[in-house]
């Protein structure tokens, strides 16, 4: 079945400890992105990325990194987690066409 | 900057009844654009797909409409139906193959028996 999974799926941490979202697709897309989404300002692009170590910045990058070591990997990486990250995420690929978006992860910084 | 806008931002309406909902968007050049579905604490499921060069789209019970030069595009749902009660999001992506999407905040769609 074609598809992508995130994990954690529920996230709850603290202000300043790193932490490591996945994102996996079995589709052998080349596209990948981040997106998060809040309350009022609807989705919004973190990063996405065209192939094997190409990336780029969306919308709203600070505060993410990612890397994209294999074509069906691309984790998203909060290094020092703030609250303003508390967000619904979600991890989309594509090719061309109709792009493909995993369950999401909720994820609360205190 | 890119800027989409679904209005209502919710709408109620009784089964059985054909509904209109709209998304308008700032900047024209655009390469496709796109309709979404969400269910509560769920994924975005893609909808349809618009390129630039055409005018609509269907599946089913479901058409939608560009019109690129003024920035419009229509999702017409006939003949409503309690379990397309959702949240439909209108994305586009900007010309040149871009691989942004701007979404748009969404529609809350109620659909009562």
């Known amino acids: 079945e074609a598809q992508v999974t995130q994990n954690p799926r529920y996230l709850i941490t603290v202000t300043g400890k790193k932490l490591t979202v996945t994102c996996s697709q079995n589709?052998?897309?080349?596209?990948m992105s981040w997106y998060r989404q809040d309350p009022g300002l609807g989705l919004r692009q973190i990063y996405y990325s065209m192939n094997v170590e190409v990336t780029d910045k969306g919308d709203v990058p600070e505060g993410y990194k990612v890397s994209r070591k294999e074509k069906r990997n691309f984790p998203l990486i909060l290094e020092s987690p703030s609250p303003n990250q508390t967000s619904l995420y979600f991890c989309?690929?594509?090719?061309?066409?109709?792009?493909?978006f995993g369950p999401g992860t909720r994820l609360t910084v205190t | 900057k890119q800027e989409v806008t679904q209005i209502p931002a919710a709408l109620s309406v009784p089964e059985g009844e054909n509904l209109v909902l709209n998304c308008s968007f700032t900047d024209s050049a655009i390469y496709n654009l796109q309709w979404f579905r969400q269910d509560p604490g769920k994924g975005l499921t893609s909808l349809l797909l618009?390129?630039?060069?055409?005018r609509e789209q269907t599946s089913g019970r479901l058409n939608a409409s560009l019109d690129k030069s003024s920035g419009r595009s229509t999702l017409y749902i006939a003949a409503s139906q309690p379990g397309d009660s959702a949240t439909y999001l209108c994305?586009?992506?900007?010309?040149?193959?871009?691989?942004?999407?701007?979404f748009g905040q969404g529609t809350r769609l109620t659909i009562n028996p």
């Open positions: 989309a690929s594509w090719n061309v066409g109709k792009p493909y």
């Open positions: 994305a586009v992506r900007g010309d040149q193959g871009a691989q942004k999407l701007v």
């Open positions: 589709m052998n897309h080349e596209y």
């Open positions: 618009i390129q630039s060069s055409q």
